[in-house]
């Protein structure tokens, strides 16, 4: 029989490239998503006649159990979240319901139903906000600076409490800012990425972002669910940092990305105060050592590469999408 996998989440970026991953691991694939209006497949388009979808929410304890109950999982994926820092400010109640007590209802339900199920827990550099350390690892105590940052350490600590209170096989991927071509537009690499592609094409003279002096520890999407799928496989659950280990400014962002383009984004790159947070994280950078040496994962697609991937794929579909 293949190994079943439920992942929450499953039409986001990270839920995408995890459900390729794991069906070419041969799984079984069953995919967790909210019965709204506003739901957008195109992430999964590619697979949707391979994988199970069913309804499900992080606020609704019944539906987690029945899915648990119904297909019976092996290893449960919990990348459902109000993910988009800016509107954690915006939607602090509800962030937290789902990003942190949706955390709760999911491992409740494991405790529930079958404590032999392996839980992954998509926890976020965010959590250590204002750092108390540079680089960050497993270690490093937490200082978030937003309502998502909260909530992702409320998250993660009761991922440990189960772990360490019923004896669930839960673990945490602590996991730096990490993007692709299937990034949401409101991150601010496929913000840039996508800015530019449109000024190149004709479409746009300017981009607008906010501050140019923050610092993400940013990897390849497709690199950092891997590492997910190495922690559940392990003979005992622990957390682990998942980064590249380098820091990139916003600035040499725009820099790489206008750069492939041929252009200077001195030209183009508008500073706008709407797009400033509250209070800001400055400098975030991860050390992966513990993944290296326990999980034998390293990333493979390096910064360069990675801008240059996605500066490449958003010209392609704008010229698709405008007959260009």
Known sequence: MPTTALIT?????????????????GYNVIGMVRRTSTVNFSRIQHIQEKITLVSGDLLDQGSLINILQQF???????????????????????????????????????RSVDKSIRFYQASSSEMFGKVREVPQTERTPFYPRSPYGVAKVYGHWITINYRESYGIHATSGILFNHSSPRRGLEFVLRKITHGVAKITLGLADELRLGNLDSQRDIGFAGDYVQAMWLMLQQPAPADYVIASGETHSIREMCEQAFGDANLDWHDYVKQD?????????????????KAK???????????????????EHDTKQLKLEHNL
């Open 72 to 110: 019976k999982p092996d290893e449960v994926y919990n990348l459902a979240a109000q993910s988009f820092v800016p509107a954690s400010w915006e939607q602090p109640v509800f962030t937290g319901e789902v990003t942190a007590l949706g955390v709760t209802r999911i491992l409740e339900a494991i």
């Open 293 to 311: 040496a326990g999980l034998g994962w390293e990333p493979r697609v390096s910064f360069a590469q990675l801008v240059q991937m996605m500066v």
């Open 9 to 25: 989440g499953i039409t986001g970026q990270d839920g995408s490239y995890l459900a390729d991953f794991l069906l070419e691991k």
């Open 273 to 289: 105060p709407r797009f400033m947070r509250p209070a800001e994280v400055d400098l975030l950078i991860g050390d992966a050592s």
